[in-house]
């Protein structure tokens, strides 16, 4: 419960009462708590990983679960006064506002905003699907409920697909071709910005790879844009009257933003929803499709993974031999853990190596790691923890295999990722 709350976040804000995790659809006796403003409150910490000091209190949150750190507040006016707490609870300690199997399965299912709907099956536990805020919004009467999503090939091929002409072109013609999926808009200005590069790299693509198909899937506000938008790319598009499709095709890719670039393979099954980083950083196409690699450079674009899952990152001085070096001694391991683990989604380990570059500096800075090559981390930024390769163990594929199956076994001692605070104590 909250009191005297009001405020800008990021302000000191006195606290008065007792803090204790929120029941929905519960009442206190003190105070009558949006318990939704206060799962916000944990979410932003988790992700951006912000705290203010709270005065009176230590409250360990969910971004540091091994610290006592501060919880800030998302909202001004979260609740109203109440009255002043007896003694016996000033300066308390408190447990953690949402425990943290909560945090993980939010990873595990890439929850980034609330409120969520995940379906599951509950004999499987495989996901039916992630947008059920969205299903009971378009199908309040449940008619078509557990809303599982149709597949891509069925999508595409009961859609209507046209060329930049009017001519319809069917899907049959098309099917066993790689296919990016161009989600973009006429009146977006980042989408203007990035079609000339995407057809420059389109074109490049084709001469390579024969069998590549490109389909607009657009988020414009009328026929009349989307026809003028489609008329300055040389690919098919879903056609207008296709409504439906478009928003169930953005769905089940869950394309939060535009815009958005997605590879296919001939089985449509997704190669990379993240086409468009993949083309910035290569715009000559020599890696396409853009297969996920076991083992990736560390940059800007992998920032978001590193919030989303854990990261083992061998920092290295950035000389192509000595990331060539980190390269050959991750890959073993990366590619025996990922055939092993394939099935855990946001919790699985991801590998990076890592030079000498401001991304690379930032990551350094945010966990406070020595500025020591070549170093092996584990980092969790979600849980507030990170695992070091002890020192004076050589960096090897054998050491780094130990290292990564004591973690798996929960042999590692976690650090925090930041230093430890002093907590306030009671002074009577």
Request: charged share 25%; aromatic share 8%.
């Amino acid at each position: 419960m909250i009191s005297n709350a009001e405020g800008r976040r990021g302000e000191k804000v006195a606290l008065e009462g007792r803090l204790e995790p929120p029941l929905l659809g519960t009442r206190s006796p003190l105070l009558e708590v949006d318990a939704m403003l206060v799962l916000l409150c944990v979410w932003e910490s988790v992700f951006v990983g912000e705290s203010v000091e709270v005065e009176g209190y230590t409250i360990p949150t969910l971004d540091t679960p091994h610290l006592h750190t501060t919880l800030t507040l998302p909202t001004p006016k979260t609740g109203r006064p109440c009255p002043p707490p007896p003694a016996s609870v000033t300066r308390r300690v408190l447990t953690p506002s949402l425990p943290l199997l909560q945090v993980r399965l939010s990873r595990q299912y890439r929850v980034s905003a609330i409120p969520s709907l995940v379906l599951l099956d509950s004999r499987s536990g495989r996901v039916i699907t992630k947008s059920g805020r969205e299903m009971v919004s378009s199908d309040p009467e449940a008619l078509t409920f557990p809303w599982r999503p149709r597949a891509l090939g069925d999508l595409l091929a009961a859609t209507s697909l046209v060329d930049p002409q009017g001519q319809v072109v069917t899907y049959d013609a098309i099917k066993d071709a790689y296919k990016g999926l161009y989600f973009s808009a006429h009146w977006c200005p980042p989408c203007k910005a990035f079609t000339p590069q995407l057809i420059s790299v389109y074109e490049k693509i084709k001469k390579k790879e024969g069998n590549f198909q490109m389909i607009f899937v657009s988020s414009d506000r009328s026929e009349e844009s989307w026809r003028a938008y489609h008329s300055t790319m040389p690919w098919l598009s879903v056609a207008w009257e296709c409504e439906d499709v478009r928003r169930e095709l953005a769905t089940n890719l869950e394309v939060q933003g535009i815009p958005t670039f997605v590879v296919l393979a001939p089985d449509n099954t997704v190669i990379t929803a993240e086409g468009r980083a993949e083309l910035t950083e290569d715009p000559e196409a020599e890696r396409f499709p853009w297969r996920p690699q076991s083992v990736e450079v560390l940059a800007e674009r992998h920032m978001a993974r590193l919030q989303e899952s854990p990261c083992l990152v061998l920092f290295t001085d950035g000389e192509t031999t000595e990331l060539q070096f980190g390269r050959d001694v991750l890959l073993p391991v990366a590619e025996e853990y990922l055939l092993e683990h394939a099935q855990e989604g946001a919790l699985t380990l991801q590998f990076f190596v890592a030079g000498e570059d401001e991304v690379s500096d930032s990551v350094r800075d945010f966990a406070c790691l020595e500025d020591v090559v070549p170093l092996v981390a584990i980092l969790d930024l979600a849980e507030g923890a990170k695992f070091l390769l002890e020192d004076g163990v050589e960096v090897s594929t054998a050491t780094v295999h130990n290292f990564v199956t004591r973690y798996c076994n929960s042999k590692l001692s976690p650090l925090p990722i930041r230093p430890v605070a002093s907590s306030a104590t009671n002074t009577s």
